[in-house]
Structure formats: structure tokens, C-alpha cells
């Protein structure tokens, strides 16, 4: 018999979920003294883990290690459930506030036409006015990566039709068979 046949009747209700323990919590403090500090934020001094772990579960309430790098670690009673439901939810409200910025790609050849140059840089402004950063790629194949030169022109071209919207980021470089220049957009 297989393992994989006998997990398939495990019960569900026997896994359970991990709370994150980056904190040492109750019994897990093995720190001789700790500073410890109550459930509504005052101080009640240094004292010896197993003091302060008879305080908390006097008030029903967990022993949590907030501090341990302080000499002595600092320590706190609260309720401990409640204070990781508040860091995930600071957590969450941090990931809400952050912007995310995508990085959109416009690839030219060393050969190409100015009408097709303005096409792409009308796309280009678009993504820009959106708020993402444009990576502008010259490609050279075969022959082509003997004059470099062009591909540095066409990306310096195409960074002024787009002056108004945008800063160069990162100049034209080449790198392996292409030229990679890098716009974000004005703020």
C-alpha cells in the first residue's frame, strides 16, 4: 500500500494551520530575566520568565517575546492570537498601499522605417501615461551588430519623441546582440 493511497483518507479537520512564529510565545521563553511589559502598556520591570508567565496566565493572556536582541528581551502580555490577526492586517494594508509598476517592452530593429518608429512610439507614451516603465530593445542579427551605431541613433530618436512623458532611466547599452535603453515615466 502506498503512502499516497493512505493519505487520500486522512481527514481533512486533522491538518491545522501554522501561525507564523516568529515570536517565542509562554513556555518557549527560556531567557533567565526579561523586561516585561503589561497588556495595556506599562512597565512592570525585570523579572524572571516564570514570574511573568504565572502574571499572564493570571490575566488569561499569552507571555510574547517582542524584543530579543534587548538585554535583558523585552517581553509582552497580550492576547496572542489578536496580535498576529493585527500584523497580517497591517501586512495587508502595506501591500494595498504599494504601487506596482510593470515593465513594458518596445522592440525596433536597426533598419526600421520612421513611420513604424512613431507607431511604436505612440504605444510607448501609452504605457508611460499609465505609469509603467518602457524597455526600448534594438535587436541586430548577423551583419547588423557591425554598426551599433545605428541602434544608438533610433533609441536616442526615439527618447525625444517621448521627451515630454518620460526620462531616460537607463542609457542606451548593448548588451550580448541587443541595445537596451530603459524610460519610466515623468511624475
Same mark, same amino acid.
Given at each position: ?10 481527514? /481533512?479537520?486533522?491538518? !491545522? ?7 517565542? =510565545?509562554? @513556555? ?6 526579561? +523586561? ?62 504599494? /504601487?506596482?509598476?510593470? !515593465? ?7 533598419? =526600421?522605417? @520612421? ?6 512610439? +505612440? ?62 515615466? /515623468?511624475?
Amino acid at each position: 500500500m502506498s503512502i499516497r493511497f493512505l493519505y487520500a483518507f486522512v481527514p /481533512k479537520f486533522w491538518e !491545522v494551520n501554522v501561525i507564523s512564529k516568529q515570536h517565542l =510565545i509562554n @513556555e518557549e521563553i527560556r531567557e533567565r530575566e526579561i +523586561r516585561v511589559i503589561d497588556s495595556e502598556g506599562g512597565q512592570l520591570g525585570i523579572m524572571s520568565s516564570k514570574e511573568a508567565l504565572q502574571i499572564a496566565e493570571s490575566k488569561q493572556l499569552d507571555l510574547v517575546m517582542i524584543a530579543p536582541q534587548a538585554k535583558p528581551p523585552v517581553c509582552k502580555i497580550m492576547d496572542y492570537g489578536k496580535f498576529v490577526y493585527e500584523l497580517q492586517k497591517k501586512e495587508k494594508e502595506a501591500k494595498k498601499k504599494q /504601487k506596482v509598476i510593470n !515593465v513594458k517592452e518596445v522592440r525596433l530593429s536597426p533598419v =526600421i522605417e @520612421e513611420h513604424d518608429v512613431n507607431v511604436k512610439a +505612440r504605444n510607448a507614451e501609452k504605457f508611460l501615461r499609465d505609469g509603467d516603465k518602457v524597455k526600448v530593445t534594438v535587436r541586430f542579427r548577423g551583419r547588423e551588430a557591425d554598426y551599433t551605431h545605428f541602434g544608438e541613433k533610433i533609441l536616442h530618436d526615439f527618447a525625444k519623441k517621448l521627451e515630454e512623458v518620460s526620462l531616460i532611466e537607463k542609457e542606451p547599452k548593448l548588451e550580448g546582440r541587443n541595445m537596451i535603453m530603459i524610460l519610466s515615466p /515623468k511624475k
